[in-house]
């Protein structure tokens, strides 16, 4: 993944794809596995990592599954 690329999680539990000059793309969070599959086939591990973890905060933050208070209070 280019480094000047922002994930950020959405208060709907969905991931926002952001990158300098190009469109903001929303991954539906069961989407991410497809996204992920095709990160290591590329052979970015880091990048992939990277995704799911800011995906599963995102979708555990929305279903109220961690400790932390929601993204969107």
Known sequence: MKK???LTP???G??????????TTEI???DVPALVAA????GD???AREV???AFESNAAFHGLCGEVPLWR
Request: aromatic share 6%.
């Open 4 to 6: 000047d690329v922002t």
């Open 10 to 12: 959405t208060k709907m």
């Open 14 to 23: 969905n991931l926002l794809i952001e990158q300098p000059g190009q469109e």
């Open 28 to 30: 539906a969070f069961h």
């Open 39 to 42: 990160m290591l086939r590329r």
């Open 45 to 47: 591990m880091k990048g």
């Open 52 to 54: 799911w973890k800011v």
